[in-house]
Each structure stands twice: as structure tokens, then as C-alpha cells.
């Protein structure tokens, strides 16, 4: 690790703000991109010139982390969301990799569309939302550049959890000062701690091996439970954990998988990772100092 050059994209983000700290606690120099002022490089992905203009040289493993990923905004921008997903992602990776680096694309679990479990690695992708397709959409062509030598990992991730998430933030205080919390017993997930999540994406980066990875739970869980068992671990009281439904609150569910968690058989074997289980991202969520 230690004089290895990294880029992360979308050096802001939940994942790549505690990329940039692990990375360099290990030894490697760091450079973060992104569209607000202050980072290191900016970059945006709506804007073509500033991908064309990026200094793309050096840089041994570039972690591609920017993007919309929001279904409803998705959803309302069709073609500026295609724009910034595919087409200008797959400009600068094809940049990245004309470089010689080694790209790690973020991919999603929602490439599939949750009705079986355990989607494998090789597994037919099955997207059931046009996140999805557009993530599936890099996945592809990306998997194209590998066949012709480039050197890429393709890693999908379950729901990724950290503690300082307004959503675990927000039950937590509730709770905290007595009050009901109503998380929904219709949606489920299968979490993984981004402790878990930013030791995974160190690890596979630095394989010889290229491919299709994935980082998933161990278990699927609903929403509800999941508060239950934070609750019961943060010492507070289960009893104000209310369960709600998507109708109960008039919500409308984009994506709302069966099974969330993915097969993780291929990436055990490469990278000697296995699933997250349940009990341990609950004690990373809840462990004083947590990400």
C-alpha cells in the first residue's frame, strides 16, 4: 500500500470520505475529487470537460464512487441521470484505464431485482429500476474493456450502514428522548457495517485478480427489526420500536427487494471475504468511535 496512488471519485460521498482516511492510515496517497469546492481535484460529472481536462496519469487504483443514486431524482431526470451514470462514467473510465490504472467501479445489489436469493456473481442481472440498468449499463461495457485487457473490478454492494447516517442518527435521538420511531416492517435489507464495506473495497483493490465482486450481509432483515435490534444494543427500549408499512405512511417503495443480500461464493474464494453477518454490523453501528 504504502507510495501507491489512489483516485477516488466522488471523494465526498459516505464511502468515499472514509476511503480517503483508511487509505491513508495504510501509507497510500490519496487524491478526491469532486463538484464542491475544496477538494483536491474538481470534477463533475454532468460537465464532459471537466472529465476530458482530469490529469488521469499516476494513478495506480481509481475508485469510481460519484453518481446519482437516488430513484426518485433518477426517475424524474431521465436523460441527465443516463448522462452522468453511463455515458460520462464510461468516458472517464475509459480514460482511467487508457492510463494503466486499475478501476474499481461502486456497482449495487440492485442490478438484480430481489426475487431470488443470494444472486451470485455470474448471475443474470435482472434490474428492476433504472438505477439499476444504468449501473448494469457500466457493468457491461466495463466488463468488455476487461476482455480486452483492462485492468477492472466490479464490486456490488447490499445497503451499506454507518452510524452517522441521519436514518440510525435520527432513531437513535428519538429514542434517546422516549419517542415512538415507526421504521417499516415491509422493506427489507441486508446490511453491511461501512467498516466492513471500506476494509472489502482496500482488499479486492489490491488483488491481482480482476472481476466481479460482491459485499453483502449475511442476512436479509425488515427495516423494523433491524431498529429493534440497534435499540436493543444501544441499551434503549425495543418497545418504541413501532413497526409501519408503506401503505400505513402512503409511501411508494421504487425498490423493495424480497431478497437484498447477494451470493458471495466467488468473492470468498478470491478475496477470502465473507458475508457480514448480521450481529457484526450491528456491534460496528453501535461500537464508540463507529463510522
Sequence with gaps: MSGRRFLIVGGDGLIGV??????????????CTSRRLGADVFLDLQNRDTISSLDVSGYDVAYICAGWSRYAEI?????????????????LCERLLAASCTVVFISTAAVFDGERPYSAED????????????KYRVERALTESMRQGGRVKIIRLSK?????????EGWRHALLRGEIITPLSDLRLSPVS????????????????????HLSGASDVSYSNFAAL?????????????PSTSRDLSAHLPY???????????????????PQALGDCIADLTAQGSL
Excluded: D
Excluded at 436523460?79 to 452522468?84: C, D, I, T, Y
Design 230 to 242: 440497534l435499540a436493543s444494543k444501544w441499551g434503549l427500549s425495543s418497545c418504541l420500536v413501532c
Design 194 to 213: 461501512l467498516r466492513y464495506v471500506i476494509a472489502g473495497l482496500i482488499k479486492i483493490a489490491l488483488l491481482e485478480q480482476c472481476g466481479l465482486f
Design 160 to 168: 451499506v450502514m454507518s452510524s452517522a447516517m441521519p436514518l440510525i
Design 123 to 134: 448471475a443474470a442481472a435482472v434490474p428492476g429500476t433504472r438505477y439499476g440498468m444504468q
Design 75 to 91: 426517475e424524474l431526470n431521465c436523460e441527465l441521470s443516463e448522462q452522468v451514470n453511463v455515458t460520462n462514467t464510461m468516458c
Design 256 to 274: 423493495a427487494p424480497r431478497y437484498p443480500s447477494l451470493g458471495m461464493s466467488h468473492t470468498e474464494a478470491m478475496a477470502q471475504i465473507s
Design 18 to 31: 472514509a476511503l480517503n482516511e483508511a487509505i491513508r492510515l495504510q501509507g497510500g496517497v490519496v487524491t
